[in-house]
């Protein structure tokens, strides 16, 4: 159990199956591999932070590390859960970085105005923003 606590968790909020996919699968090569939880929607996202609906179970438990977060979602999109996360007082402080397909100024700025870490566009060297988010979760780095 103590390894788990020590286990750098980070919530991937993302409804590309493919996408999630290729982040888990680049996340594994980080030293300590980080513990990612995924979920395929912005209101999934508020209710695993909030620990309602079918995340009620998460009740007490630690909440991750960091928030890797898409901005196109279903249902709420990321830049409502970001405004969310950043109104409530337990995650003003959760680091959340942007990994989206839009490369729009407009969308980027709005990102961080809202509180976002960080924003980056995926592209193909994923690898090399994967490795900056390891950095954020991964002690000593």
């Not at 996919?21 to 513990?35: D, G, Q, S």
């Not at 996360?85 to 680091?95: D, E, F």
Request: hydrophobic share 45%.
């Amino acid at each position: 159990m103590a390894e788990s606590q020590q286990t750098p968790c980070i919530l991937h909020v993302e409804d590309d199956p493919n996408d999630a996919l290729f982040v888990r699968m680049a996340l594994e090569k980080l030293t300590p591999p980080p513990r990612v939880d995924w979920v395929k929607d912005g209101q999934e996202a508020l209710d695993y932070l909030g620990a309602a609906g079918v995340h009620k179970r998460r009740a007490g438990q630690a909440l991750p590390n960091l928030v890797l977060l898409d901005l196109k979602l279903p249902r709420l999109n990321g830049f409502e859960v970001l405004n969310w996360i950043r109104a409530q007082p337990g995650l003003q402080a959760l680091p959340v970085v942007v990994l989206s397909g839009s490369s729009i100024i407009e969308d980027k700025q709005r990102a961080l105005n809202l509180g976002a870490t960080v924003y980056f566009v995926k592209t193909p060297f994923y690898l090399d923003i994967l490795n900056y988010v390891g950095s954020l979760v991964t002690p000593g780095s």
